[in-house]
């Protein structure tokens, strides 16, 4: 949510901005807001002086009746109800309007950068740099499923009897290899100086709507039936919804915290070839990065947050590229954003892993995270950042491919050796 300060004094720069997230239908709510605010401080003047009129007729009437004037006394009764009638009134009136204009504010998107591409979705974004050369394999690389399944080390049809299409079993050393990794990269954050944390993973409505946008909230969230919880997509979620409503020292930022969480999501509408085996599923998990400091170390922050995925990555011997992401392509919280993508040998070419937001103030605003800025005294809105570390479901189609050897057996890079039991292959169960 964007300063509506900003809406007042620049109304034409967020309209701008609107446009060039080819968000047209969203326009007129610049000038709803205009008019809905304009309306909300008149009541507020008006409020304002019925208030202090009612502690004038109180104040009459006090010495009315003690100078024994009861008939006058009552006269001024009558009109204070009247007037606290009205009071009453335009209170609720208020309400009305302040909630109305808190539903425009929100579907209102932050202020992107300047040097954000403009395009109109995904297939816009701009290739920013590539790390470890992008080999093909000499021999085919079979469908990651089918790597898997030699393996011994996934079961989806058993899950689709339990569970249902977008679910499946790990088992074996594919499983390990899975915690492996998501336990190596909890280490690696640790040793970047991050506080491990792991966090609720039912969060309430109130988060939800702080932490995200209305349409990625119907797209992803799965709510408890009967009570007022949702299931976390990812643990950014509960993880910035721990600070609501809070005032954080200024001497404790930048707080930077990784989370492990398992994420639930619907995916709507994924569909197509390579949606099928586990790119797109209900329930995965992952390890993140949160970031909450002072407006001026955001951007530095963003370059850090990026950067430790890319480097997680070549550590393992997987190529990987960065896109920086088109206007159409940010979600409505984000000022800017960068995916991380891995090499697939087998579809030669990239997919996401991970992706990296800087949000400055537009998260902390509808949450109310604030901190105490020493300079001014006053309380400030501090900027959020997330970043995904690692998911592992994308990250072993990744991994398998490029780790894969012409026996069928996978190859296990040295960093993670330590916790796969010292193995350096993969290699097929033995037949019993």
Not at 109 to 125: L, R, T
Not at 153 to 162: F, K, L, N, P, Y
Not at 177 to 189: E, G, K, N, V
Not at 261 to 280: A, D, N, T, V
Request: one cysteine or more; aromatic letters at 8%; charged letters at 30%.
């Amino acid at each position: 949510m964007i300063d509506i300060n900003l809406i007042r004094t620049n109304p034409e720069l967020v309209k701008a901005n609107i446009k060039k997230k080819f968000q047209d239908k969203k326009l007129p709510l610049v000038d709803e807001v205009l008019a809905l605010d304009e309306k909300k401080r008149a009541l507020q003047r008006e409020g304002d002086e019925r208030r202090a009129k009612r502690n004038e007729y109180a104040k009459s009437i006090g010495a009315l009746m003690r100078e024994g004037k009861k008939a006058e006394a009552e006269k001024i009764k009558e009109l204070s109800k009247e007037n606290n009638e009205a009071v009453a009134a335009i209170e609720a009136q208020t309400a009305e309007i302040e909630e109305k204009l808190k539903k425009d504010m929100m579907a209102i998107p932050n202020i992107i950068a300047d040097d954000v591409p403009i395009g109109k979705d995904d297939s816009q974004n701009v290739q920013w740099h590539t790390y470890l050369a992008a080999e093909e394999k000499p021999f085919e690389v079979p469908y990651h499923i089918d790597i898997l399944e030699k393996l011994g080390g996934i079961d989806i049809d058993s899950a689709r009897r339990t569970s249902g299409q977008g679910f499946y079993y790990l088992t074996g050393d594919i499983a390990r290899l899975h915690s492996a990794i998501l336990t190596y990269a909890r280490d690696f954050m640790i040793d970047k100086g991050f506080t491990y944390c792991i966090p609720p993973f039912m969060i309430r409505g109130d988060v939800v709507s702080g932490v995200m946008s209305f349409e990625e909230m119907e797209g992803m969230m799965y709510k408890i039936e009967g009570e007022d919880l949702y299931l976390i997509g990812t643990s950014e979620h509960s993880m910035i919804g721990r600070f609501m409503n809070t005032v954080i020292d200024e001497d404790k930022l930048p707080l930077t915290l990784t989370s492990y969480s398992p994420c639930f999501r619907k995916e709507k509408g994924s569909h197509g070839l390579e949606e099928r085996g586990i790119y797109r599923i209900h329930q995965f998990e992952k390890q993140e990065m949160i970031v909450i400091c002072k407006p001026e170390e955001s951007e530095a922050w963003y370059e850090k947050l990026w950067s430790y995925t890319v480097e997680l990555f070549v550590s393992m011997g997987i190529p990987v590229r960065t896109l920086v992401c088109c206007s159409g392509d940010l979600a409505d919280l984000k000022y800017r954003s960068l995916d991380v993508e891995a090499w697939s040998p087998r579809q030669k070419k990239y997919f996401e892993v991970g992706s990296c937001s800087n949000l400055t103030d537009a998260q902390a605003r509808r949450l109310g995270i604030r901190y105490k800025d020493s300079a001014t005294g006053k309380n400030a809105y501090a900027h959020t950042l997330n970043n995904t570390v690692v998911a592992p479901p994308r990250m072993l189609i990744a991994f398998v491919e490029n780790h894969l050897q012409p026996d069928g057996s996978v190859f296990v890079p040295e960093v993670l050796r330590k916790y796969m039991g010292g193995k350096e292959l993969i290699t097929p169960p033995a037949k019993k």
